[in-house]
């Protein structure tokens, strides 16, 4: 139990805390869900480095 009384503009705060963090947790799933699609994909290849261009 508080002591003091919530404040109005703590509860709004709160709200918009929490829009935030689900916008934010919502692209994290989008970028790991692009990632996983374009890995996962049949023509994905991995870029060829220096090293491996001039032996091949």
């Known amino acids: ?3 003091r009384k919530e404040h109005e503009l703590h509860k709004r705060r709160l709200g918009r805390n929490m829009g935030v963090g689900l916008l934010l947790g919502a ?3 989008l970028v790991l869900a692009l990632t ?3 890995v996962t994909s049949n023509g994905f290849k991995f870029p060829q480095t220096q090293s491996q261009a001039g032996q091949g």
Request: aromatic share 12%; proline share 0%.
């Open 1 to 3: 139990m508080a002591l």
């Open 27 to 29: 692209f994290v799933v």
């Open 36 to 38: 996983m699609v374009k």
